[in-house]
Structures are given as structure tokens and as C-alpha cells.
């Protein structure tokens, strides 16, 4: 039964790997039809890390209106434009480059600029944007999203800005630029991707109710979060 709470989380779990990367794909087409129905683009904001290297190498296999995305990055790690390690690098390997070749416009972060400059540059480049129409983040072990870590700044007050500086990671590099927590909330849809059974302890603080990066992200539509079989309590495929 659906809750009231209109931030609620709805929580999803994959029968296998294949079912996990369909029910990603369902997420994003829903997503993108709904967008280019209403308002003739699609703003998608793209995780870092590895989890979502099969879902990029999908929709880069198929046919989409590629001239009319638009895709952003929930954070960076400040090292060299080429550095393998930069979440940019690691999504053009995984097909993100061949969106780009068909017409995609890609808003890479400028983190070789370093924290505080590259914040600065992104949140400009932001600047009149309304709602993300999907945000796809990942979670850390930590409880982390994009990168806005335990014990760090995450941007959640009103006043908060849209891109944040961050210094003193806990994972290195440790010198970073995040979306706060409050710009990615300002998405029509939020899709959490967690593989893997060490991110358990993190979804079950969670779902207990501890204050973590991840729970900060509280769109008014609610938050979905998508977990393969390793991930989720044993027996709760649904």
C-alpha cells in the first residue's frame, strides 16, 4: 500500500543480475518519456563507481533521442581531465562517450580545477535549471551518496548551495566536488543503484532510520532504491 509520506523510499529488490538491469532500464525510459512528452529534453544526473557501468553500456546499446539529453554528474574527484578514476572517465568507458558522439550533451565537472573552483563552475553552469528528471546515485558502505560523506558538509539546509567543495574525504582522492544533497533532491525522480552484499549494514542503517548521506536525499516524490540479490535481505526479491 503506498505511504502517505511523500518523501517515502520505496524499496526494490532484483531476482538476478538480468532483472536488476531491466528494472534500471524501465526506470530510466519511464523517466525519459515523461520528459520529452512534457518539456522536449531530458536532464539525467549519472552516478559514479562501477555499479553503474551495465545500465550505461544498455542505454548506450539502444535508440534513443540522444540530441535531446542532457547529462550531468552528481560529483567528481579532483584528478587530471584523463585520470581513469574520474567518474567521467569511467562512464565514457561504459558507453557514455558514444551518447555523446550520437548527440548527447555531456556537463562534465571540471574537478582538475580543484574543489572550490570547479564548484563554482558547475553551480553556473546549473544556474536556471529547474528539477533534474532523474538522478541515479549510488551508496557507499559509509552510508555515502555522490560525495557527501559521514561527517562532512552535505548541503541540506534551505541556503544551501547546489554544488559543494569537498575537502577531507574519507575515500581517497580526498579532494572532490559533489551536487548537496538539497540540488539533488530538486529531481522529478531519484533511483538509488546499490550491488553487492558489503552495502547490507549500510541499507539496513537506512531502513532503520540512521541519519546517513543517502536518507538526506529526500525529493518530494520520494526515493526508489533498486537492489540486486546480494544486496537485499535474503527471501525479499519483489
Not at 557514455?96 to 553556473?124: C, T
Not at 548541503?155 to 540540488?183: C, I, M, N, Y
Request: net charge negative; aromatic share 6%.
Amino acid at each position: 500500500m503506498p505511504s502517505d509520506d511523500p518523501r517515502e523510499v520505496r524499496w526494490h529488490v532484483a531476482r538476478n543480475p538480468a532483472d536488476w538491469l531491466a528494472r534500471a532500464l524501465d526506470h530510466v525510459h519511464r523517466a525519459e518519456r515523461q520528459a520529452l512528452a512534457e518539456r522536449g529534453v531530458f536532464h539525467l544526473v549519472l552516478a559514479g563507481g562501477n555499479t553503474p557501468g551495465p545500465l550505461y553500456q544498455a542505454l548506450a546499446a539502444g535508440d534513443h533521442a540522444w540530441p535531446r539529453w542532457h547529462l550531468w554528474f552528481g560529483d567528481e574527484r579532483c584528478l587530471p581531465a584523463e585520470h581513469p578514476e574520474r567518474n567521467s572517465v569511467m562512464a565514457g568507458q561504459r558507453g557514455v562517450d558514444r551518447l555523446a558522439a550520437a548527440g548527447a550533451r555531456v556537463h562534465a565537472i571540471g574537478a582538475e580545477a580543484g574543489p572550490e573552483a570547479a564548484a563554482r563552475a558547475y553551480a553556473g553552469e546549473l544556474s536556471g535549471l529547474g528539477p533534474f528528471d532523474l538522478v541515479l546515485l549510488g551508496l557507499g558502505q559509509d552510508g555515502h551518496t555522490a560525495s557527501l560523506f559521514p561527517g562532512l558538509e552535505w548541503g541540506t539546509g534551505e541556503d544551501a548551495p547546489d554544488v559543494l567543495p569537498v575537502r577531507g574525504a574519507p575515500k581517497p582522492p580526498p579532494q572532490r566536488v559533489s551536487l548537496s544533497a538539497r540540488r539533488l533532491a530538486r529531481s522529478r525522480t531519484v533511483l538509488f543503484l546499490v550491488a553487492g552484499a558489503d552495502k547490507q549494514d549500510a541499507l539496513a542503517r537506512w531502513r532503520r532510520g540512521e541519519a546517513l548521506p543517502a536518507a538526506a536525499i529526500r525529493p518530494a516524490g520520494g526515493v526508489d532504491v533498486l537492489m540486486d540479490a546480494d544486496a537485499g535481505p535474503p527471501g525479499e526479491a519483489t
